[in-house]
């Protein structure tokens, strides 16, 4: 017998030679498929894996961010194996989410039509009820390319062409074979709650979530949030760049000084549409910029600053920080801690009352936070604005109505600015728009604040707490939205970043992340030039060497 102690139930004996499924189903009983993996020494590992002696273990359910990632890759992979046996010739992409809902289609020829939905979902339910078992073998590198070259997966062959890795594990459900970046749950039947929704030329899979509060009922369209990523995607799709196997091969052949001055390019042009658009309505005054942490929001207003020049204003900017109120005045968390995240941290009695003055014509004084003191000063800046002079105000709450309560609407001209990421690792495996903005943070706290990689991730999820809090629910409010994210920048960050997530060993609760976006850069090869990347790049923010200060 063996004795392991498991989180929330204690020491428990079991047979040797059982796996860490064994155990699950002998803690639980019938509630056994609640759980989709397991935590062991910060380190996450799939049901299959042998019980050792003394282990200590937590089983992880859907409300674990580990255990939803299975969730939602087991789903993922439920739902192209029934299209695969519906469509035998259809190609299909897992894209991106969009809010609650994990948005797929299939390519060319195919689109889903509504009458198909039915079709798929009831397939999607044949292949959970029989219960499938979702076996994981270990091949080599080249068994693997030539096992995905004859099912006509070359995305995954192009992927996989420039892994410095020996052995690679690839999936089996009924007879279908894949490759997922992550664990899957041991059997189909794990999944007990989805929906398919139409979302022409694909689908949304819902399924419980923190996002809709694990009501798959719960469902809000954020329609411009799904343009900025249709648009992002056929722009790569035309660039053959849509997977990272491809991107792989541009730096190889040389192509890769090509696709930053494009992707470079792309980003001025969209800037500077959004430039003309302020200006195009005389009514503009103020331009309202948000998103979340690591979005380059700060390059990206004083890159919105110079293309509003050409057109002829002189924008003045504000800063939200000089507007907080007295520390001893700031809410706090329930910690005790101060909560400077909060609206009501923010002065916006003064703040509205100084932009209406601006509006109407008036000379205000701005005021000025002393960080050491926390109480706020005279700045000695007196200003003065006209139609000729728009005020940029950069700040997560940005979006938020209650932030400039007084100001008409008609006078706001609001930016959504986020790392959405269109670059995926294949068809099948997204890149998650959240680990990039967290890989260009760790970069840049590493570089410019001095925050060891543990340090970022300690304050990571107040950050995120405080984008669920403070952002998402207000992004809808933009007029329009900017794509921050670059083709090729994590072909950058990777030299950056490796030798700070190595440091993490596994007495850290932080390991298991740690571990996974090391796994997942292992998939991108390195751009070592850093000279072709424009000094006004928003990757700069990150990095080092840019025209603006940024930090």
Request: proline letters at 4%.
């Amino acid at each position: 017998m063996l004795e392991v102690r498991v989180k929330g139930v204690g020491d428990v004996r079991i047979d040797e030679d059982s796996t860490l499924l064994d155990l699950s189903k002998e803690i639980f009983k019938k509630d056994y498929k609640k759980y989709l993996g397991a935590r062991i020494n910060n380190q996450i590992y799939n049901l299959d894996t042998p019980v050792e002696d003394g282990m200590e273990i937590e089983f992880l359910d859907n409300r674990d961010v580990d255990g939803y990632r299975i969730y939602a890759r087991t789903i993922s992979a439920i739902f192209i194996a029934a299209c695969k046996e519906l469509y035998p010739d259809a190609q299909v992409s897992i894209e991106h989410f969009l809010g609650p809902g994990l948005y797929v289609k299939l390519k060319k020829p195919y689109s889903i039509k509504f009458t198909q939905l039915k079709e798929i979902e009831g397939k999607m339910w044949e292949i959970i009820n029989r219960d499938y078992r979702i076996e994981r073998k270990f091949y080599t590198k080249e068994e693997v390319m030539k096992i995905f070259e004859e099912e006509g997966y070359l995305d995954k062959v192009r992927l996989f062409k420039y892994l410095d890795k020996e052995r690679v594990s690839i999936y089996k459900i009924n007879g279908h074979i894949d490759f997922y970046h992550g664990y899957l749950a041991p059997s189909t039947g794990y999944i007990d709650e989805f929906k398919l929704k139409y979302y022409y030329p694909g689908a949304l899979i819902l399924f419980p979530s923190k996002k809709n509060n694990y009501d798959i009922n719960v469902f809000k369209e954020p329609k411009k949030l799904a343009k900025i990523f249709e648009e992002c995607s056929r722009w790569l799709d035309i660039l053959d760049l849509a997977h990272v196997g491809s991107l792989n091969e541009m730096i190889v052949n040389g192509q890769i000084t090509e696709v930053i001055k494009i992707a470079e390019a792309f980003h001025e042009k969209k800037i500077s549409q959004i430039a003309d658009e302020f200006c195009a309505n005389s009514d503009n005054n103020i331009i309202l910029i948000a998103g979340p942490s690591s979005s380059g929001k700060t390059t990206f207003a004083q890159r919105l600053a110079i293309q509003l020049r050409v057109n002829g204003k002189r924008p003045i900017a504000i800063s939200l920080d000089d507007y907080f109120v007295n520390r001893e005045d700031t809410p706090r968390n329930p910690d005790g801690s101060y909560d400077f995240e909060a609206l009501e941290a923010i002065d916006l009695e003064l703040l509205n009352s100084d932009l209406l003055k601006l509006l109407e014509g008036q000379s205000v004084e701005l005021p000025k936070f002393n960080f050491i003191t926390g109480k706020r000063e005279k700045s000695g800046r007196v200003i003065t604005v006209d139609e000729n002079h728009p005020i940029i105000i950069e700040g997560i709450h940005g979006l938020n109505p209650k932030l400039t309560y007084e100001i008409p609407e008609k006078h706001k001209f609001k930016i959504y600015i986020s790392a959405l990421t269109q670059l995926n690792l294949d068809s099948h495996n997204r890149i998650a728009t959240t680990d990039t903005r967290l890989i260009r943070r760790i970069v840049r706290d590493a570089k410019f604040r001095g925050n060891s990689p543990l340090r970022t991730f300690e304050l990571w999820k107040g950050v995120r707490a405080g984008e669920e809090k403070n952002i998402f629910p207000y992004q809808e409010e933009a007029d329009v939205m900017f794509n921050s994210a670059l083709v090729y920048e994590m072909a950058v960050l990777k030299k950056y970043i490796v030798p700070l997530l190595e440091e993490i060993d596994n007495s850290s609760i932080y390991y298991s992340e740690a571990r996974k976006l090391l796994r997942f850069l292992e998939y991108f090869l390195e751009i070592e030039d850093e000279r072709i990347i424009p000094t006004n790049s928003i990757l700069r923010e990150f990095i080092g060497g840019a025209s603006f200060n940024v930090h």
